[in-house]
């Protein structure tokens, strides 16, 4: 097979396949890469990184669901200098292309990450969280508004002009296509398609949420439809890529995302029971290309009505 079979452009962003990471999942590399090389992947998404290191929620964070889990972790991480000096060179060390995903809870905080992160050897690609709070705006969630969702991806691609921009939607806007075509218009180059969604389990014999945030985001197997109908709805109504992610665990799953429109896909909590996942996903998706007897570009969005 020729090596450029799989390639994906993803705007000013060249990957060497369409298999990458979801943020939070593999945390910064270290535990992953006992079982694969994160070089042959298309890109290592990190953990979410804010500017100051957070606690995150207290326990219980996690619970299992039916077909998937609930996460409240709370956005935990080390912080931006902490990523920068300790884990950053040990991911260059291993030739890994680094999308770096990051949060924040004001506009001003969005922009100094950016410009900071612009400024830093080793970062491929900026992915930037939409989902979480804004401070400044009594609490509203920065992607729940195309309008502020728009400020956010300027500021970013003001920070950090010369880095591809890839902006995180969240499937609890009221209007996710207007979303995506707002952060489209204000200079992303292409759009993760989905983020988690809220949801709730309860202990019926202490009859207390699970979670000590009584919330938490649900991923897995059990969203897996919902992304693909917003990753279908969102590639068709914007020029620029998708990346598709939410409850992949095979490759033909992978390639239901690539059939609906997204031309990359991120594998996240099918890590926690595989850690081999992605890049069994990868040989799948190879084998797959090969059968099609041509490039991964002419199967993106290939869906027959």
């Known amino acids: 097979m020729k090596p450029d079979?799989?390639?994906v452009h993803l705007g000013r962003l060249t990957l060497s396949n369409s298999v990458m990471t979801a943020s939070g999942t593999a945390g910064y590399g270290d535990g992953l890469a006992r079982y694969g090389d994160l070089a042959s992947l298309g890109a290592f998404v990190t953990k979410g990184i804010s500017l100051h290191p957070r606690q995150g929620n207290p326990p219980p964070r996690v619970v299992e669901t039916p077909a998937g889990m609930l996460n409240a972790i709370g956005l935990a991480n080390i912080g931006l200098d902490r990523f920068v000096s300790e884990k950053l060179p040990?991911?260059?060390s291993m030739?890994?292309?680094?999308?770096a995903n990051i949060f924040a809870e004001s506009m001003e905080e969005f922009g100094l990450l950016a410009g900071r992160l612009s400024e830093t050897p080793g970062i491929s690609a900026l992915e930037v969280n939409i989902s979480c709070p804004n401070v400044s705006a009594g609490g509203m969630h920065f992607g729940q508004d195309p309008r502020c969702a728009a400020l956010v991806t300027q500021t970013v691609r003001e920070s950090a002009p010369h880095l591809p921009l890839?902006?995180?939607?969240?499937?609890?806007a009221p209007q996710i296509k207007?979303?995506?075509?707002?952060?489209?218009?204000?200079?992303?180059?292409a759009l993760c398609v989905m983020n988690t969604i809220r949801g709730l389990a309860i202990d019926i014999d202490t009859r207390?949420?699970?979670?000590?945030n009584v919330f938490g985001g649900l991923s897995g197997p059990a969203i897996k439809p919902l992304a693909l109908r917003f990753v279908h709805e969102v590639s068709r109504c914007v020029r620029i890529p998708v990346v598709g992610v939410g409850g992949i665990s095979d490759w033909k799953d992978a390639a239901e995302f690539i059939l609906a429109g997204a031309s990359a896909v991120q594998v996240g909590t099918a890590l926690l029971s595989n850690p081999l996942a992605p890049f069994q996903i990868?040989?799948?998706l190879r084998d797959w290309v090969?059968?099609?007897?041509?490039?991964?570009?002419?199967?993106?969005?290939?869906?027959k009505p």
Do not use: F, W
């Open 5 to 7: 079979r799989l390639t």
């Open 90 to 92: 040990k991911l260059a």
């Open 95 to 99: 030739g890994v292309t680094v999308i």
């Open 166 to 172: 890839i902006v995180k939607l969240s499937p609890e």
């Open 178 to 189: 207007e979303v995506a075509q707002a952060v489209e218009a204000a200079g992303a180059d």
């Open 208 to 212: 207390r949420p699970r979670l000590a």
């Open 282 to 284: 990868l040989e799948g």
């Open 290 to 303: 090969d059968r099609s007897h041509g490039p991964l570009s002419l199967l993106i969005g290939s869906m």
